[in-house]
């Protein structure tokens, strides 16, 4: 028996062992691996909807540690949150912490109502910031609804950590480029951001951030007739060369309703692309934008997760300081509410 065997056998005997008192949760980033072994797989809105419909006790979130985190800000008290690799950070949401965005929404809120609007790839004590300036948290697939929402709620929006988000959701809504500002957290510039309605935090997905347009011109050079979708966290001159851009729900929707024969190219994480590409393999060609993995998703692995299960009754489970916890939730559930 190969190792990887013997872990997939620990985490079957676990599961049996466990039963309904488990359920696992698995991000589209994951690897096929761990996909395979979840009970429900999602982007980050939809498994943060699930977490308190869940009839499990016991819920162990494969992802990075944002993830576990807001899963713990939404779980019922009789829930327990756990996560099989607790150093899988985001190094998006390491561009923005606590002190920075409460020091930045001072600086530039004198005077003026700022809504700030953190994309769920954000720290719990950012939401917290969030939360408690009366803003709430977006997701790629609900990005257009929530910019809507806090610019309806305040003189300007903060937007963060994810610029290219942020910009390439303000196109969708038709905002006008005169009206955002790129912002320096270290230097804010209140006389500069008076003039601008949206703001913008300096940070990005190094996976997506990598891709340049030039290669969505060699995709349609290579293979006539392809079509190109890719992932709003690239950069602008990336989303508006392709054909299409969405969260990972979205592209995988788009692949699924692709016609038969299609040639499609997707510039997001490779384990989602390499799934989709298995998935339709003899009807449609699926192939990458660029070959970018996050190796923070990775980090979780069949024997991480089978260790988590068979010490999970004895196991720490991840939580969130009070403090924390009820203005973090209360900006989460402004976004759930806003989206029903």
């Known amino acids: 028996m190969t190792a990887y065997?013997?872990?997939?056998?620990?985490?079957?005997?676990?599961?049996?062992?466990?039963?309904?008192?488990?359920?696992?949760?698995?991000?589209?980033?994951?690897?096929?691996?761990?996909?395979?072994?979840a009970d429900i797989t999602g982007d980050s809105l939809e498994l943060a909807r699930r977490i308190d419909t869940l009839d499990a006790e016991l819920i162990v979130f494969c992802g990075v540690y944002f993830m576990a985190e807001s899963a713990a800000i939404l779980r019922r008290p009789d829930q327990k949150i756990f996560t099989p690799e607790p150093e899988a950070t985001c190094p998006m949401a390491d561009m923005a912490d606590a002190e920075s965005v409460r020091r930045t929404l001072a600086a530039l809120g004198k005077g003026r109502t700022i809504v700030p609007l953190t994309?769920?790839?954000?720290?719990?004590?950012?939401?917290?910031?969030?939360?408690?300036?009366?803003?709430?948290?977006?997701?790629?697939?609900?990005?257009?609804t929530m910019l809507r929402w806090a610019l309806d709620r305040g003189d300007a929006v903060l937007f963060?950590?994810?610029?290219?988000?942020?910009?390439?959701?303000?196109?969708?809504?038709?905002?006008?480029?005169?009206?955002?500002?790129?912002?320096?957290?270290a230097f804010p510039d209140a006389d500069a951001a008076a003039k601008a309605r949206l703001l913008l935090w300096p940070g990005h997905c190094p996976v997506h951030d990598?891709?340049?347009?030039?290669?969505?011109?060699?995709?349609?050079?290579?293979?006539?007739?392809?079509?190109?979708?890719?992932?709003?966290?690239?950069?602008?001159?990336?989303?508006?060369?392709?054909?299409?851009?969405?969260?990972?729900?979205?592209?995988?929707?788009?692949?699924?309703?692709?016609?038969?024969?299609?040639?499609?190219?997707?510039?997001?994480?490779?384990?989602?692309?390499?799934?989709?590409?298995?998935?339709y393999k003899g009807g449609k060609t699926i192939l990458h934008l660029d070959m970018g993995w996050c190796e923070d998703m990775r980090k979780t692995t069949p024997d991480t997760l089978a260790d988590l299960l068979e010490r999970i009754d004895s196991a720490r489970p991840?939580?969130?300081a009070e403090a924390i916890r009820i203005p973090a939730r209360l900006a989460l559930e402004k976004m759930l509410q806003a989206c029903s």
């Not at 994810?162 to 500002?181: I, P």
């Not at 851009?245 to 016609?259: H, K, N, Y």
């Open 119 to 144: 994309y769920v790839n954000s720290s719990a004590a950012v939401k917290a910031v969030v939360g408690e300036a009366g803003g709430s948290v977006c997701t790629s697939a609900n990005a257009s």
């Open 210 to 279: 990598a891709y340049g347009a030039e290669l969505v011109e060699k995709a349609r050079r290579e293979h006539p007739g392809c079509l190109v979708a890719v992932h709003p966290e690239s950069p602008p001159a990336v989303v508006a060369a392709a054909d299409a851009d969405g969260s990972t729900s979205f592209l995988i929707r788009w692949c699924e309703q692709a016609p038969e024969g299609s040639t499609l190219v997707i510039g997001t994480e490779a384990s989602l692309v390499d799934r989709l590409a298995a998935r």
């Open 160 to 185: 963060l950590p994810d610029r290219h988000l942020g910009w390439n959701t303000a196109d969708k809504l038709g905002l006008s480029e005169r009206e955002r500002l790129l912002i320096d957290p």
């Open 5 to 37: 065997q013997d872990a997939i056998q620990r985490i079957a005997e676990q599961k049996r062992r466990l039963g309904g008192r488990l359920s696992i949760l698995a991000h589209h980033y994951q690897s096929d691996e761990i996909v395979a072994q």
């Open 318 to 320: 991840e939580d969130v």
